[in-house]
């Protein structure tokens, strides 16, 4: 193939590109050092914007609560995502139902499981609460939604525990397993942790890889769980940057703000997946695959 078909190949992807990640990005850039309510003429406004960000608690509470969605996409929905996996590579009886099971919430919508959510979590209402009076723990019902202490982890409930479409990447990296692996473990008498420990997690580090990222793409731009669960209150408590980037243009009217806050959220995407792609390395450099 010569250098001239490989341009002709690339040039569609190449062009969506541009127009659809590019441009847009300038139109940010550009957007954010203005004053703009989203109709009539643009006042540049230099860095001021940026600097109404970095004053504003509501922004830093936003940037904190998405670091600690990110967080959880990483050190809770991914492990738990891996750990079913584990247990379904093992074919127990009824495996493909409970499969088909853990993934059916990823064809559901996340509006509906937010609304879903939001009743089982309920102070009067929810199953969580009830649930808790029915066995006797009375004392240990709370307001999970309206307490700013639990509000933003109270959102992360649905998104920790759906790990259906996180489980089928590592079960679908596990199946390529060779068998003769297993039988050879076998024959030295390994147990099954042991097999899961040496043969399988070391062989699926490139699954874990690719959901890490994808959970952490995921968690910058959650939206439905804490709009429809709490709006982001009580008093901001559980308000993330992409319903902050909402209401700023929104509601406010600041189309520059939300761009500012917009470019920020890109930014921290990045420093975050440079952070992952640089442990991954590191990871491959001391020979743990």
Not at 13 to 18: E, G, K, N, Q, S
Not at 19 to 29: C, E, K
Not at 66 to 94: E, N, S, V
Not at 256 to 272: E, Y
Request: with cysteine; aromatic share 16%.
């Amino acid at each position: 193939m010569t250098s001239r078909q490989i341009y002709w190949y690339l040039a569609p992807a190449l062009l969506f590109t541009v127009v659809f990640f590019v441009f847009p990005i300038l139109f940010v850039m550009y957007v954010d050092l203005h004053e703009w309510n989203g109709l009539g003429a643009m006042k540049f406004v230099g860095l001021d914007n940026f600097r109404f960000l970095f004053d504003d608690p509501s922004f830093k509470t936003a940037t904190v609560n998405t670091i600690y969605w990110i967080l959880a996409g990483i050190f809770l929905h991914t492990p738990l995502g891996l750990l079913l996996a584990l247990i379904l590579f093992k074919k127990p009886r009824g495996w493909k139902a409970f499969r088909l099971l853990f993934f059916l919430p990823n064809v559901i919508s996340t509006t509906a499981l937010a609304f879903l959510w939001y009743f089982v979590l309920h102070v009067s209402l929810g199953l969580v609460n009830n649930g808790l009076k029915v066995a006797g723990l009375t004392s240990w019902t709370h307001a999970w939604l309206s307490d700013p202490g639990t509000a933003v982890f109270a959102n992360m409930v649905p998104f920790v525990l759906y790990v259906g479409f996180t489980m089928v990447i590592f079960l679908t990296q596990m199946s390529t397993i060779s068998p003769d692996m297993y039988e050879a473990a076998d024959i030295d008498g390994a147990t099954s942790w042991q097999k899961d420990r040496y043969i399988t997690i070391p062989l699926v580090k490139s699954a874990i890889g690719i959901n890490i990222i994808f959970n952490t793409a995921f968690c910058l731009r959650m939206f439905e769980y804490p709009l429809l669960m709490t709006n982001g209150g009580p008093a901001d408590s559980s308000l993330n940057l992409s319903l902050y980037i909402y209401r700023e243009m929104i509601t406010a009217n600041r189309y520059g703000v939300s761009m500012a806050a917009g470019l920020v959220t890109i930014l921290l995407g990045a420093v975050a997946m440079l952070l992952v792609f640089g442990v991954l390395r590191i990871g491959e450099r001391r020979g743990l695959r």
